[in-house]
């Protein structure tokens, strides 16, 4: 049984450390630099001995425009022929005539572009001794020291939000010579130097995923301030005689009309001296990074004094090592403070802020994967303690819902709005441009729950009422229009559309995608339809309309389970055309969604489970970041901790890097090499969480996926639903504290511990004890 009692005081947090990121050696790749970012400005920080590199990124620097000519003009009048073809069973025929009609037709999708590296290369010759690197994310800092040449050099790195510049502090002990510089090549671009300020002036311009031409205006300014002497040369600045040195870095472009060289020389003049930018930055980030701490065992002193990447390596090798395990969780949060703030002018993109160039130059787009990529960007949002990093995400969910009001038009002839499987800075809502990926038809959904989940967990009737309930209402009224009614059955059918990205074999032996009532979309229609019949209900509005969705609700298609034992993935149990593949998409029931739970619907969870046996059990089964991630949440919700565990084993060793960061494992998904993923890290740590805790409306559950390893343990901070912070304490397996906060007086909680439960209402912080 739970026992309870009423604790006066909020519960503290106390001494608070993050964790560190160590090295021994200068970073030569760009997996090896270290992150650090601002919410607009990133870099990679290399911390190189003879020459330091900054790689940089912005949020907004995107070739590309915005677009009213992406939708084919062919597909309203050919999309009856397409849907009449898929009920009749004539799936291929189906599908070559969605391919000639239905795709999108970009002409200047765009990409976030990779930015020049500013270079810092010292005239100091001799061997480099006692070198140590780091990255602490306790005050997100990037320090270096090392000895050369008989000097020591210490460097300070950090991208400030409050003052919304990336500051390089440089001391050494005796004076030296050095020359700032930017690298070429990234974007076209001219060079000057004027004074203490070295300046770049280029355009996001590429013709891999735009037309060459179009993108934005970039201005990167950089100034020193030193105690030697400074000389600007047409391309670079000299420095000589300097023992000191504070580099500011700004970025501006003309993102939404704005005058990127107003905005890169006012942040670079007006920015204060050293001390002041230091504290400003540690009194931004610390409140946000010290919300949540996480405490499941200690690592032997042999292992502990290793730097990152040779701890990395153990644990590949089947090593135990539960403090990297922790910052691996806390690294993930980490990436999201620096990525998103509540000011950012773009979300996360697929990798994230920072960019290594790969995918923008490659076959993918460094853009919005909505196909749960951007959704796994902020998995780790709202449960540990970062909701407010989601703000420039709805910010982006607005202008894609008004492109997508023109798509359900132009595309569908339906009111309301919808999206596809991707999108750019503009808000691209036309279908993509290639059958089997392309045709994500409820990604608008997929991606707008995360308004809903931001509602569960603070409950602000006025966000729900101005920002949430708006942008869901308008994707129902699309899909109450949209879906097909079934003549053989009478069920409401969505499609033509995939499963994203997945194939299937029709009785004939073809390959096809698309296809009407996959139970991806039947799960995210579900949804939307219950969560707007619920929010008309707490607004009290729109009963008539509440009335149509509880109505199409009832003749949705069931889960049904297939001759595998297998959680079908279509309405018909096909057999998979490429029965590895890393979409498990149907499987959303389980997480995000819980339409289907162990307690509630055990044949169906074990069919979940089935699924996720046969996959991985396939030959060439696609194991990669966000996979791994993605199988963490399902376990969890499984509650099987062990299972989850043994995926983030696997993502750390096998798709994590030397700075851990998370990457797309090269041969998958058409790229040949290893491309970075910013969804990896935030979903493994959001997908962790839930180990500790998960929560609906209705009830709050402590611990309902401890994994065996970790018998002991502690994490504070976590939110749950309904608006309460969680601290929980274990020892031996079992609970031995909970405190539970309600953020507003006079809460009313249901707290689960195994199969016990208590109803509460919780005034302040009460704390419980199992007995």
């Known amino acids: 049984m739970l026992s309870y009692s009423v604790v006066e005081a909020s519960p503290s947090v106390g001494a608070f450390e993050a964790g560190r990121l160590w090295y021994s050696r200068p970073a030569e790749r760009w997996f090896e630099a270290l992150p650090i970012g601002n919410g607009r400005l990133g870099a990679m920080v290399y911390s190189g001995d003879r020459v330091e590199r900054i790689q940089l990124s912005e949020s907004t620097a995107w070739s590309g425009a915005a677009s009213t000519t992406d939708v084919s003009p062919t597909a309203l009048e050919n999309l009856p022929a397409i849907r009449q073809l898929l009920l009749d069973g004539q799936y291929a025929a189906a599908q070559a005539l969605a391919g000639e009609h239905l795709l999108g037709q970009p002409t200047a999708f765009g990409t976030n572009v990779q930015l ?284 894609l819902r008004s492109s997508g009001q023109r798509t359900a038009r132009e595309l569908y002839g339906v009111p309301g709005w919808v999206s596809h499987t991707v999108s750019n800075a503009w808000g691209y809502s036309a279908p993509g441009w290639g059958l089997g990926w392309g045709m994500h038809v409820t990604s608008g959904i997929w991606i707008s729950l995360q308004l809903w989940e931001h509602f569960e967990y603070n409950r602000d009737l006025t966000f729900l009422e101005t920002r949430a309930y708006p942008v869901l209402r308008d994707a129902a009224e699309f899909f109450l229009a949209y879906l097909t009614e079934d003549p053989a059955t009478g069920l409401l059918l969505s499609g033509p559309s995939d499963s994203p990205e997945n194939w299937y074999l029709t009785p004939d032996g073809e390959q096809c995608s698309l296809s009407m009532g996959n139970t991806c979309d039947t799960v995210l229609i579900e949804a939307l339809f219950r969560i707007c019949s619920e929010a008309s209900v707490l607004l009290d509005t729109d009963d008539t309309f509440r009335s149509h969705l509880e109505a199409a609700r009832k003749k949705l298609p069931p889960f049904q389970i297939g001759k595998y034992g297998q959680l079908q993935e279509w309405l018909t149990d096909f057999d998979e055309a490429v029965p590895s593949h890393r979409h498990t998409s149907h499987l959303i029931a389980l997480y995000p969604e819980r339409q289907i739970t162990p307690r509630e619907h055990p044949e169906l969870a074990a069919a979940c489970e089935t699924t996720i046996i046969r996959r991985q059990a396939a030959d060439g089964w696609e194991q990669t970041e ?126 689960r511990y195994r199969d016990d439960l208590v109803e509460l209402l919780i005034t302040d912080t009460v704390e419980l004890t199992p007995w």
Do not use: C
């Open 116 to 399: 020049p590296e500013l270079l810092v290369e010292f005239a100091v010759d001799g061997q480099t001794t006692s070198y140590e690197r780091s990255l602490d994310l306790t005050d997100a800092i990037v320090r270096t020291r090392f000895e050369r040449g008989g000097i020591v050099f210490e460097r300070e790195a950090f991208a400030s939000h409050a003052d919304s510049v990336i500051v390089v502090r440089l001391t050494n002990s005796s004076p030296v010579d050095f020359t700032i510089s930017f690298s070429d090549g990234k974007i076209p671009a001219t060079v000057s130097a004027d004074g203490d300020t070295l300046r770049l002036l280029g355009h996001a311009h590429e013709s891999l995923h735009s037309d060459g031409s179009t993108g934005a205006t970039v201005d990167i300014r950089a100034r020193v301030t030193t105690d030697g002497s400074t000389v600007a040369s047409d391309n670079h600045l000299a420095v000589t005689g300097a023992t000191s040195a504070t580099l500011l870095i700004a970025i501006g472009t003309d993102w939404l009309g704005a005058d990127p060289a107003e905005r890169s020389a006012r942040l670079v003049v007006n920015a204060a001296g050293y001390p002041t930018l230091r504290q400003a930055h540690l009194d931004d980030y610390r409140p946000l990074i010290s919300r949540v701490a996480l405490d499941i065992g200690r690592t032997g002193e042999a292992v502990r004094e290793l730097p990152t990447d040779e701890r990395r390596e153990l644990l590949a090798k089947g090593g135990e090592d539960p403090e990297l395990l922790a910052l691996y969780f806390q690294f993930g949060r980490y990436l999201t403070i620096a990525g998103s703030r509540a000011d950012s002018p773009l979300p996360l993109a697929l990798q994230g802020l920072w960019n290594d160039g790969l995918a923008s130059g490659g076959p993918w787009t460094n853009d919005f994967h909505l196909d749960i990529n951007t959704q796994q960007n902020y998995w780790a949002a709202e449960i540990t303690g970062l909701g407010e990093s989601q703000l420039p995400l709805f910010d982006w969910i607005d202008r």
């Open 626 to 751: 966000w996979v791994e991630a993605n199988l963490m949440a399902y376990y969890a919700r499984l509650l099987n901790g062990d299972q989850a565990l043994s995926h983030y084993r696997a993502l750390i060793s096998d798709a994590s890097e030397s700075n851990l960061l998370s990457y797309s494992v090269a041969g998958i998904a058409g790229v040949t090499e290893n491309i970075y993923a910013t969804d990896g890290n935030t979903g493994a740590t959001g997908a962790l969480a839930e180990l500790f805790l998960q929560s609906t409306a209705d009830e709050i559950e402590l611990l309902p996926a401890l994994p065996s390893a970790w018998p002991t343990g502690e994490i504070r901070g976590l939110r749950a639903r309904g608006g309460f912070t969680v601290d929980l304490a274990w020892r031996e397996g079992r609970l031995t504290t909970a405190r539970i906060t309600a953020l507003t007086p006079n809460q009313s909680a249901r707290i």
